[in-house]
C-alpha cells in the first residue's frame, strides 16, 4: 500500500507467491526500512514500525524536528524508532489511546493500516488547467556519417530554421517543469529538441547551428561514453556548451544503455528475468544516482530528466528514477507530449516524435501527429 502511494504500482511485476519482492526490494533500497525488519513479510507489522515505514516514506525531513511525546509506555518503544513515532505524533499520522498509552508493540490492524496511509497522502488539492501540446523532437546524430541515426548538419539546420520560420520556441524541460508545478508561463508554440546519447557531432555540427540561431536543445548523455567512447563528447565540451545557456545536459543511464539480450542479459534499464529485485532496484538505483551525481559534478546542475534507451521501461523505473529527483521521463514512443499545469504525472512518460528517419518538413511531421497551434 505504501508502495503504490509513493509512486511504485507494483501490481504489473510480479504475481504468486513473490508478489510482495518488488515493494519489499523498493523500500529497502530507499532505506525505509533495514533487512532484518523485513524477515518475515508475512508477519503482521507493529505500530512503531508503522510510523517509521510512513515518516520515511512521505515525511523524511520531519525527523529529529518533532516535539517530546508523553505516552504512559513512552520506555516501550524502540529507542530507534523513537524519532519516527515523535514525527508521526506531531504530523497527526498516529496517535496514542484514551487511557494515555502508545501500545508500540500492537499489530496493526487493515482498518488502522488504511487510515494512516490516508492521513499520509492528505495534501491540498491541486487546481489542474487544460493539457497542451509540447512537441519533443528525438535526435542522435547529426553528421556525415550516413548510418541509420545520423542526419547531415544541412538537414538538421534546415529543420530548425523551419521551425524558428514558423513561430516555435525552443524551451528546456526545467521550464516545463516549472510551468506545470508553478504556472510559469511558457512562450507560444513552445517545442523541445532533445538529442540522444551525447555524440560528438553534437559539439561540432549542432552547437553552432543553435549557436547562429538562438535556439535551444536539450541532450540525454550516457555516462559512460563522455570522455571514454570514441563517438562521445569530452567533458570539457560539454562545459562549455552548457555554459553557452544554449543547451541543458540530462540523464541517459551510466552503464546500463546497452542490450546485451543475445547473452542473456539486460535490455537498457530493465530487469533481467533471473534476477532478484533487491539486486535489480539496487543496480538501477545506484546507476541513476551514478548519472545525476556525475552530470551535476562536471556541469553544476543536477538533472531533472531521464531518457530511457530505447524507450524501454517498467513500473520500477518509473518509480525508482522519480524518487531519486527525476520529474520527467522520456520515451521513444512517436507522438505529441502533453502536460497540465498542476498535474505533475503528465511529467511522465512524456512522448517523442523520432526524427532521425525523418528528412522532409518538420511543421509537416508536426501536423501529421495531430499538433494543433
Not at 181 to 209: A, R
Not at 212 to 226: N, P, T, V
Not at 302 to 325: C, D, I
Request: hydrophobic share 40%; net charge negative; glycine share 8%.
Amino acid at each position: 500500500m505504501v508502495c503504490r502511494a509513493s509512486g511504485l504500482d507494483d501490481r504489473s511485476l510480479e504475481s504468486g507467491a513473490n508478489w510482495s519482492a518488488p515493494a519489499i526490494a523498493y523500500g529497502q533500497y530507499f532505506g525505509w526500512f533495514n533487512e532484518d525488519e523485513w524477515n518475515e513479510p508475512s508477519a503482521p507489522i507493529t505500530r512503531e514500525f508503522a510510523a517509521q515505514l510512513l515518516v520515511n516514506a512521505f515525511f523524511p525531513e520531519a525527523v529529529g524536528t518533532s516535539e517530546a511525546i508523553h505516552f504512559q509506555d513512552e520506555n516501550d518503544i524502540t529507542s530507534s524508532r523513537l524519532p519516527y513515532v515523535q514525527a508521526a505524533v506531531k504530523l497527526g499520522l498516529i496517535s496514542g489511546y484514551a487511557d494515555g498509552t502508545f501500545l508500540p508493540k500492537s499489530g496493526l490492524t487493515r482498518a488502522a493500516a488504511a487510515a494512516l496511509l490516508s492521513r499520509s497522502l492528505l495534501q491540498e488539492e491541486l487546481v489542474s488547467g487544460p493539457k497542451i501540446q509540447i512537441p519533443v523532437l528525438m535526435y542522435h546524430d547529426v553528421s556525415y556519417l550516413g548510418h541509420g541515426y545520423s542526419k547531415t548538419p544541412e538537414l538538421f539546420k534546415k529543420q530548425m530554421q523551419e521551425l524558428k520560420d514558423a513561430g516555435f520556441h525552443t524551451v528546456f524541460f526545467s521550464e516545463i517543469i516549472n510551468y506545470v508545478e508553478q504556472g510559469t508561463p511558457l512562450p507560444s508554440k513552445p517545442i523541445v529538441i532533445s538529442i540522444d546519447d551525447g555524440y560528438h557531432s553534437n559539439y561540432t555540427y549542432i552547437y553552432p547551428i543553435l549557436q547562429e540561431l538562438g535556439m535551444k536543445a536539450e541532450i540525454s548523455l550516457i555516462g559512460d561514453a563522455i570522455q571514454y567512447a570514441d563517438w562521445g563528447m569530452s567533458w570539457d565540451e560539454v562545459r562549455e556548451m552548457a555554459k553557452s545557456g544554449l543547451l541543458s545536459f540530462q540523464a541517459h543511464t551510466k552503464s546500463l544503455h546497452s542490450d546485451h539480450t543475445a547473452q542473456g542479459g539486460r535490455l537498457g534499464v530493465l530487469k533481467i528475468a533471473s534476477e532478484s529485485w533487491s539486486h535489480y532496484v539496487r543496480t538501477l538505483g545506484n546507476d541513476t544516482k551514478a548519472i545525476l551525481d556525475l552530470i551535476e559534478k562536471e556541469v553544476g546542475v543536477r538533472p531533472q530528466v531521464f531518457t530511457y534507451p530505447r524507450g524501454k521501461f517498467n513500473a520500477m523505473s518509473e518509480a525508482v528514477t522519480s524518487r531519486l529527483g527525476c520529474k520527467v521521463s522520456l520515451t521513444t514512443k512517436d507522438g505529441i507530449a502533453q502536460v497540465r499545469q498542476g498535474d505533475p504525472s503528465s511529467l511522465r512518460l512524456m512522448d517523442r516524435i523520432g526524427m532521425d528517419f525523418r528528412n522532409g518538413s518538420v511543421v509537416s511531421v508536426l501536423k501529421q501527429f495531430g499538433y494543433q497551434a
